[in-house]
Nanobody
């Protein structure tokens, strides 16, 4: 089992950057595929990015690729999401997710077992 805590959200102007962090408890962090999802008001939760257990492979929502960088530190038990050139439509609650069995190319939120509480990202125009 793993407990996830996100941080780093906030209010940023369009064009700015943010780095989200997700700290995981437990001694088997490297056994989990990690992902970020987001959910805007009135919309379904959507995949943003994921990273393999070793950090060697990543996957991004196609429309966001180029503005995001996901990475992980298996010593610090933390996964990061660097977002740049932010747009008002990026406003959402961003969730960290983990799963022991899912591969990094899995983008369906129901396939991830563990979730953080979310961190709000608000991009002003």
């Amino acid at each position: 089992q793993v407990h996830l805590v996100e941080s780093g959200g906030g209010l940023v102007q369009a064009g700015g950057s943010l780095r989200l962090s997700c700290a995981a408890s437990g001694r088997t962090f490297s056994s989990y595929t990690m992902a970020w999802f987001r959910q805007a008001p009135g919309k379904e939760r959507e995949f943003v990015a994921s990273v393999s257990r070793t950090g060697g492979s990543t996957n991004y929502k196609a429309s966001l690729k180029g503005r995001l960088a996901i990475s992980r530190d298996n010593v610090k038990n933390t996964v990061y999401l660097l977002m740049s050139s932010l747009k008002p439509e990026d406003t959402a609650v961003y969730y960290c997710a983990a799963d022991r069995d899912a591969d990094f190319f899995i983008i369906t939120h129901s396939r991830y077992e563990y979730w953080g509480q979310g961190t709000q990202v608000t991009v002003s125009s």
